[in-house]
Nanobody, 124 residues
Framework: QVQLVESGGGLVQAGGSLRLSCAAS????????MAWFRQAPGKEREFLAT????????YYADSVKGRFTISRDNAKNTVLLQMNSLKPEDTAVYYC?????????????????WGQGTQVTVSS
């Protein structure tokens, strides 16, 4: 079992930045590929970014490429999502997810563990 806890969400104006953090506990964190997804009211869960277990490969959705950056620190069991140039359409609940040795997957079903989510609201 892996427990994931997101933090760092909040209210920000359009054009601003936020950094989300996901703290993992339980099994060996470095065995897991990590990803960030989001879900807005009435919409399906949307893939944002993923990073492989070593932290050597990243993959982004077109909607956030160039604005969001995913990174991980295996020594601290943490994965981050730096979000810049935020837009009102980025408003959603943001989730981190872990999948055993997953690399470059954008599919929620490939991830075994999920956090509870953190709300991000971008005002215009």
């Amino acid at each position: 079992q892996v427990q994931l806890v997101e933090s760092g969400g909040g209210l920000v104006q359009a054009g601003g930045s936020l950094r989300l953090s996901c703290a993992a506990s339980g099994r060996t964190f470095s065995n897991y590929g990590m990803a960030w997804f989001r879900q807005a009211p009435g919409k399906e869960r949307e893939f944002l970014a993923t990073i492989n277990w070593r932290g050597t490969m990243t993959y982004y959705a077109d909607s956030v490429k160039g604005r969001f950056t995913i990174s991980r620190d295996n020594a601290k069991n943490t994965v981050l999502l730096q979000m810049n140039s935020l837009k009102p359409e980025d408003t959603a609940v943001y989730y981190c997810a872990a999948g055993t040795y997953v690399s470059r997957s954008r599919y929620p079903d490939d991830y075994d563990y999920w956090g509870q989510g953190t709300q991000v609201t971008v005002s215009s």
